[in-house]
């Protein structure tokens, strides 16, 4: 995510109590199941998912008075952040009629615009009360997207953040993860009603241009890993780590002028292969075409228990296409992952401030991914600055030629949430196919990945590979595929062991 995410009015609802729980609506989990793979096939899990709290009807515990309206707080109900937090009930929600929200089988469709509703935020669940947790170091995440009609100034995103596990359930918050608490990211969001069980009425202000969002004092900050940011322009893969998670206020929270100063790099260290030399790689007709599904597969790769890259492949109609290679002054060899050595490379080749490595880099990122991070889904548009850092020209006024600018074909006004909430309403998103496990098994090159197939190796014959001398590499270390030049055999005893085209690694 890279500015703040906006947010709905419910004020024409009907039920609710604040972080307390209201029982006009009855809640129900719309079902999406995922999948877990090893080497030896893929196991189904029954996951469901559930909207963020800040989209639901806030109203008083005893009756059907809202606790928020527009951006604004009942100042009888809401005098100071105990009582507000004691008086208020957040309630069920309506995901498909209410908020555009619908699945089926393994498949999750964001409507963008719904009656008075805009944008929609879901997390994956294990259970009615717990968040799933994904622990993906050394692991590899795959899903399918069909973003064909999710157009300029739209974010279809699937995004993994530190949340606490059942939405941070205590005293105060008796919601918890079954009503989607918990939310934090890497922008240290000011606009969430509750942080840690306690309104953030604080000081509340109302958003200049969005008539449903405001920010209070505190902010909330966590790990961020961005697997997807897209629409059918341009997608970004981007890690973003903080040095503490948690409630900030102050210079803490990296607003402003003190963007680079806070506990978290809002920035991230970016792949978006647009913007990283290569226009013609994916988009509407493209080798990625945005025009039909495709599968995303993107890899943790840990050779020593420590991140050290994270991959990206696409499948399209049983092809397998390596990521594109960066075509930048300034990063030479080409390189079609993130590294430390690319994010420093292209910080220094784009001018831009370092915030990834200077919060600990891909290190602190694996640290966060072996914790254990929560799912998130999201269509939104930018009230803060139009998509135009993810699929046009940013900042705006910046010249074409300018290293990094140009991030996408979209236009430097196409992005402005009028326009996009007034033309592009019927927009959305549909997320698929759900799979995570043993790198190399979460995918296939020969099926369209909806199968309940292992994925991972196929049945092309690609010798493993040989020894070429030097070091061998570590248990768990890369130890061939293609474009990979290390050592290509494994430290006694491993073996090194072919997971497909692009990975095989000592085991
Ligand atoms: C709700 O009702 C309870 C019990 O009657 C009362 O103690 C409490 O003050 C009421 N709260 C609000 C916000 O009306
Ligand atoms: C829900 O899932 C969590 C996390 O996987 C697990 O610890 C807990 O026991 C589960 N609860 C129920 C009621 O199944
Ligand atoms: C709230 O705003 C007032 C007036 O600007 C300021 O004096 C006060 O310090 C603010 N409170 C917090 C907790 O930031």
């Known amino acids: 995510m890279f500015p703040t995410t906006s947010l709905i009015s419910l004020c024409f609802l009907a039920v609710a109590y604040g972080q307390q729980v209201g029982t006009q609506v009855t809640e129900n989990h719309p079902q999406m199941s995922s999948q877990k793979c090893t ?28 606790c928020y309206t527009g951006n604004t707080w009942d100042k009888t109900l809401c005098p100071d952040p105990t009582t507000c937090t004691a008086n ?51 692991q590899e995440f795959s899903f399918d997207v069909d973003m064909s009609n999710l157009g300029c100034g739209l974010n279809g995103a699937l995004y993994l953040s530190e949340m606490p596990v059942d939405g941070g359930m205590s005293a105060t918050n008796k919601a918890g993860a079954k009503y989607g608490t918990g939310y934090c990211d890497s922008q240290c969001p000011h606009d969430m009603k509750f942080i840690g069980g ?26 961020e890993m961005d697997i997807w940011e897209a629409n059918k322009n341009a997608a970004a893969y981007t890690p973003h780590v903080c040095t503490t998670n948690g409630k900030c206020t102050g210079v803490d929270c990296g607003d402003g002028s003190d963007r680079a100063n806070g506990l978290c790099d809002k920035d991230g260290c970016d792949f978006n292969s647009y913007r990283m030399g290569d226009p013609s790689f994916l988009g509407p007709g493209k080798t990625v075409d945005t025009n039909s599904k495709f599968t995303v597969v993107t890899q943790f790769v840990a050779p020593s228990g420590t991140l050290t890259e994270i991959r990206r492949l696409y499948v399209q109609n049983g092809k397998v296409i390596t990521n594109s290679n960066t075509n930048i002054a300034g990063i030479s060899p080409a390189v079609n992952s993130i590294t430390d050595d690319f994010c420093n490379a292209q910080k220094k080749a784009f001018g831009d401030t370092n915030s990834f490595e200077s919060r600990g880099g891909l290190a602190a ?56 909430e007034s033309t592009e309403g019927s927009n959305q998103v549909i997320f698929s196919n759900i799979k995570f496990g043993d790198i190399g098994t979460t995918f296939s090159s020969t099926g369209t990945g909806t199968g309940t197939g292992t994925g991972g190796s196929s049945s092309t014959s690609t010798a493993p590979p040989t020894n070429t001398g030097g070091a061998c590499a570590a248990q768990f270390a890369q130890c061939g595929g293609q474009g990979f030049s290390g050592p290509t055999c494994c430290s006694s005893p491993f073996t090194c062991k072919f997971n497909n085209a692009f990975y095989s690694q000592c085991l």
Do not use: E
Not at 109 to 127: C, D, E, H, P, Q
Not at 216 to 221: S, V
Not at 380 to 395: I, V
């Open 198 to 223: 306690v309104a953030n009425i604080v000081n509340w202000t109302g958003a200049a241009t969005d008539p449903n969002s405001g920010s209070g004092t505190f902010g909330t900050c966590c790990n």
């Open 88 to 138: 208020c009930a957040l309630d069920g929600a309506d995901y498909g009629g209410t908020y555009g929200i619908s699945s089926s089988g393994n498949a999750l469709t964001l409507k963008f615009v719904t009656g008075a509703n805009i944008g929609s935020r879901v997390y994956l669940m294990a259970n009615q009360t717990n968040y799933q947790m994904f622990q993906l170091l050394n």
């Open 365 to 420: 990122m694996g640290k966060a991914l072996a914790r254990g991070m929560v799912l998130a889904l999201s269509i939104w548009d930018d009230h803060t600055a139009g998509m135009y850092w993810l699929d046009s020209t940013y900042p705006t006024d910046a010249s074409a030629s300018q290293p990094g600018a140009v991030r996408g074909p979209c236009s430097t006004t196409s992005g402005d949430p009028k326009t996009v």
């Open 39 to 66: 080497a030896s096939g893929c196991t189904t899990l029954s996951t469901a998912v559930v909207l963020d709290s800040n989209w639901r009807w806030l109203h008083s515990v005893n009756s059907t008075t809202n």
